[in-house]
């Protein structure tokens, strides 16, 4: 079963860091790019942040760029978001989500969210 | 990076069809055929319902369906059920800035 698991969510304070992981299971890994998205409560989907399949390319969205740094290790089926310098408004579910081969931004298999809570 | 431009809430009798407009700029919608359909369920994670435009994945159903003219996109669910509640987001690719979300879009079925 194709499948993304992701953990490392929790409460942190203001300014605080956060190592979130997504576990990738029954395809190859080393063959797609990856993205994390998240979405507050109650709010919208908000894309974070990509990387392409070999690491080679990678981009932020504005609202993250400079505080977190995605990453992978294809030889552990891993993807990654460091977060630092974290906000209230980084509150949020992270999803780490699949690029659909073949195509662009299009996010065929999702994980099931791994929630982030910034409060002092 | 402006998020794509959705209505707040959109709504249809079971039968019905409903459009969902998808308004962006020259620099995303405009400017590639790499529009996304994602529908969420409350409380569930999103799915994948319509790709580059027009493309639906193995197991939409045909009832949904893509299209864009400049910079706007739509997604139309024609024979509207219970089911197609949920909220619907658009997204965009953007060049350098890869990806823009909308703001969602709230169906109802009447």
């Known amino acids: 079963e194709v499948q993304l698991v992701e953990s490392g969510g929790g409460l942190v304070q203001p300014g605080g860091s956060l190592r979130l992981s997504c576990a990738a299971s029954?395809?190859?890994?080393?063959?797609?790019?990856m993205n994390w998205v998240r979405q507050a409560p109650g709010k919208g989907l908000e894309w974070v942040s990509y990387?392409?399949?070999?690491?080679?390319?990678?981009y932020y969205a504005d609202s993250v760029r400079g505080r977190f740094t995605i990453s992978r290790d294809n030889a552990k089926n891993s993807l990654y978001l460091q977060m630092n310098s974290l906000r209230a408004e980084d509150t949020a579910v992270y999803y780490c989500?699949?690029?659909?081969?073949?195509?662009?931004?299009?996010?065929?298999?999702w994980g099931q969210g791994t929630m982030v809570t910034v409060s002092s | 990076q402006s998020a794509l431009t959705q209505p707040p809430s959109a709504s249809g009798s079971p039968g019905q069809s409903v459009t969902i407009s998808c308004t962006g700029t020259?620099?995303?919608?405009?400017?590639?055929?790499?529009v996304s359909w994602y529908q969420q369920h409350p409380g569930k994670v999103p799915k994948l319902m319509i790709y580059?435009?027009?493309k639906r994945p193995s197991g939409v159903p045909d009832r949904f369906s893509g299209s864009k003219s400049g910079n706007t996109a739509s997604l139309t669910v024609s024979g509207l059920q219970a089911e197609d509640e949920a909220d619907y987001y658009c997204?965009?690719?953007?060049?350098?800035?890869?990806?823009?979300f909308g703001g969602g879009t709230k169906l109802t079925v009447l």
């Open positions: 989500a699949r690029d659909k081969g073949l195509t662009l931004a299009a996010f065929d298999i």
């Open positions: 029954g395809f190859t890994f080393s063959s797609y790019n």
């Open positions: 990387i392409s399949s070999s690491s080679n390319t990678i």
């Open positions: 020259s620099s995303d919608v405009g400017g590639y055929n790499y």
């Open positions: 580059e435009v027009i």
């Open positions: 997204t965009s690719y953007a060049g350098s800035n890869y990806l823009v």
